[in-house]
C-alpha cells in the first residue's frame, strides 16, 4: 500500500529515514500511476558560504545601567576558508555593522565582537546576520541570521534616590523615576530604594513590575533610617485625590513620612486598588 504526500502545488516532504512509500497528487479525486524513477543529485556544501549560528552575549537579561559586549557566533558553511564577512545587526531596530576580516577554517566557528551598549531599564531585541563572505554574494541567505527576543535590563541590588540639581550624585533624582525604571525592565532579584533625607512633592502610582514577588520585593527605604528624615507629600484636588496608589505587589515602604495635603471631603494618603496586596 501507499500513502497519499498532498494535494496541489506544493508539498510536505516526510520525515528523512520514513520507510512509508509516498505519492503526490494535484487534485483531491487521483488514482495511483505506474512508478516512474527519478534521479536525485546531491551536490556538496558550497565553498563560500557564511551565517551568524547563535547569539552568545547578551543571552538572557542584564542588570540595569550596564555595559554589556554584544558577541555572536560566526559560522563558516563553505569548504574555503572564511577571511572576511560584513555582518550587520539590530538592537530595537537600530541598524549596525562591521567589517569583519580573520581566518575560519571551513566547518568552524568563532566567536566574534559586535560592539559595547549601555542598557538602559527596558525591553530588547537582538538580531544579527552576514552579507558578503569574502566579498561574494552568499549562495545562501537561509543561515545567515541569528535573534534573540524580549531580554530585559532590570534592577536588582540597592538604588539612591535624592536631589540632583546641586550636582549630587544619584541613581534617581525621584520616586516616580525609580518607577519609570521598575516599568520599563521589571526586577531581576530584591530591589530597595534608599532615599536621602527631603521633601519629595509627589504623587505615586505603583504598578505591577515584572519579576515582583515574595522573595523578590521591591523596597523603598530612608537611607538614614530616620523617619523624619524623608517626606513623600503631595497637594491633593478632587481629581487627584491620594499621594500614594498601590496597583502592584510585593511593595515595601519603610522609615519615612507620608503626607497629603487637601479638603475635608477627597484627601487620603494612600490607596491600594485593583486587588494590590503583599
Sequence with gaps: S???????SSYQTPLLFD???????SAATHCESARTKATVNVVGFPAVDAG???IVSPNTDVAYKSSQTLKAELHNY??????????????????????WTGNISGGAVDTITLNTIFFDAGTYDLRAWTSMPNSVVDPSNTNDTSSIFNFRACLSGNYTI???????????PTFNSAEDALIAGGICGPVTFLVDS??????????????ASSTSRITFTSLSGDSTDVTLHYT???LQAWTMRFNGFYYTFSHMTLSSLGGNTYGRVI???NGAQH
Design 2 to 8: 501507499s500513502t497519499i504526500l498532498g494535494t496541489g
Design 19 to 25: 520507510t512509508t512509500s509516498y505519492w503526490v497528487s
Design 52 to 54: 551568524i549560528s547563535g
Design 78 to 99: 563553505g569548504t574555503s576558508n572564511l577571511t572576511s564577512s560584513k555582518v550587520y545587526w539590530t538592537l530595537n531596530g537600530q541598524l549596525d555593522s562591521l567589517n
Design 162 to 172: 535624592g536631589d540632583t540639581t546641586n550636582g549630587a550624585v544619584y541613581d534617581f
Design 198 to 211: 527631603g521633601m519629595y512633592e509627589e504623587k505615586l502610582n505603583l504598578l505591577p513590575i515584572v519579576g
Design 236 to 238: 491633593l484636588t478632587p
Design 271 to 273: 490607596e491600594i486598588a
